[in-house]
C-alpha cells in the first residue's frame, strides 16, 4: 500500500479528472433529477458519517489513554489492555477510512492513520536516533495503526518478549517516548476531523446536493469506489499475489502482526455495504439503493442494477466470510481461496465504478491503474 499512498500524495488530494472506462450509456436512463439526493446526505451524515467519526476518536482517545497508563508502569495485564484498545481502533477505522473526503482529504487522514506495511527499519531508526519528523515521506509508513500493530505485537515472540523491549531494552524509553508520540497524533487527528464535521463541514456537504464534481454525492461516490478499491487491492489481492503473476506477498496484509487482516477486511466492507444501502443503527434510510431504483438503473443484463449490486455485495461478503486469520498463513497454505475472493470483490468492482457512475452521472475522478 505504501507505494499506492504515495502516489496519493503526488496529487495531493485533488482530483484528476479521469473517466473511468465505460460501457456506453446510450441505452441507459439518465439519473432521475426528482431524487431527493439532500435526504440521502443528510441520511449518510447524520447516521453513518458523523458517528463513524465521533466512534473513531472515541477509541484513539482511549488507546492514547491506555499508551499513557502502560507507560507510567509497564507490566503483562496494561500491555494486553492497550492491544485490546488498539484493536478497537483499528477496527473502528474500518469503518471511518471511506470517508475520506472534506476535513479528513484537507488532513491526509486515510494516508496518515493507515499507510501499510509499516516501514519497520524507519520505525526501528526513529527509536534508535530518539527523534521522529511526522511531516516526512520517509515516516508515512512509520506512524499510525500500522506502525502500533508491529510496536505492539511484532516486537517479540510473545507478549513476555514484547513486556521487555519497554522495560529493560536499553532503547525502553525511547520505545515509550514514540509509542505515545503516536497514539496523540492519531488521537489529535482524529478530533481535529471530527470537529470539522461539528463546526460547519456538515451544513457544507447537506447544501452541496448536485452531482459534479465538487458535488457531495460526487466526492461521496468516489470515495465510496476508492476506499472500496483500497479493500480489494490492497487488503486482499496484493497479498494474494493477484498483480505480481501469482507470486504472494502474505507479509503485506493489514494488521499482519494483530493477526486481523480478515477481521478488518470484512468490517470494511459491511460499511461500504451500509453506506450503499443508507442503512445504521437508526434503520434504513435513503441510500445509494434507492437514488439506482428511482433512476431505473439497469444492469448490462438487463436486470435491476441495485438487485445485482446488492447480490454481489451479499457474495463477496461470503467468499470473506470464507477466509480465516491470519490471512498471512491462509495465503500460504491456501492461495486458491484468497485469489477466488478477490475475483468476486472485482465483480462487485466494475458494478460500483462502471454502472452504477454511469446511470447516476457521476464522474470518477481518482486517477488509478487498476486495469477496469
Sequence with gaps: ??????????????????????????????????????????????????????????TTVTLDGAVTAFNAGPDLAK???????????????????????????????????????????????????????????????????????????????DNNAILQQYTSDSKAGNRKTYLATLSAEMKNQATTVLNAWNSGYTTTFLNATGTDVGSSTGQLINQLVYDYEILKNYEIGIPAGVQSMGTPFP????????????????????????????????????????????????????????DVIKNQFATAIAKLQGLSDPLSDTIKTNQASVTATYTELQKLTVLLKTDMTSSLGILITYGDNDGD
Design 1 to 58: 500500500m505504501r507505494t499506492f499512498i504515495l502516489a496519493t500524495l503526488v496529487i495531493a488530494g485533488t482530483f484528476v479528472g479521469i473517466q473511468s472506462c465505460t460501457k456506453s450509456t446510450d441505452d441507459q436512463p439518465s439519473a432521475n433529477s426528482s431524487f431527493d439526493r439532500k435526504a440521502m446526505l443528510t441520511n449518510l451524515s447524520s447516521n453513518i458519517i458523523i458517528p463513524a467519526y465521533t466512534a473513531f476518536q472515541t
Design 251 to 306: 507479509q503485506k496484509v493489514q494488521a499482519y502482526y494483530a493477526k486481523l487482516s480478515v477481521q478488518l477486511a470484512l468490517l470494511h466492507i459491511q460499511t461500504l455495504q451500509s453506506i450503499y444501502l443508507g442503512k445504521s443503527a437508526q434503520g434504513d434510510g435513503p441510500g445509494l439503493d434507492d437514488y439506482l431504483t428511482q433512476a431505473n438503473a439497469k444492469a448490462s443484463n438487463g436486470s435491476s442494477l441495485n
Design 79 to 157: 500491555l494486553t489492555a492497550l492491544q485490546a484498545a488498539f484493536q478497537a481502533a483499528y477496527k473502528q477505522w474500518q469503518a471511518t477510512s471511506a470517508f475520506g473526503f472534506g476535513p479528513a482529504d484537507q488532513a491526509n487522514l486515510r494516508v496518515n492513520i493507515n499507510t501499510y506495511p509499516a516501514d519497520i527499519t524507519q520505525i526501528n531508526s526513529n527509536i534508535s536516533a530518539g527523534t521522529y519528523d511526522s511531516n516526512l515521506l520517509s515516516n508515512l509508513a512509520a506512524k499510525g495503526l500500522p506502525a502500533l500493530d508491529y510496536l505492539l505485537f511484532g516486537i517479540g515472540a
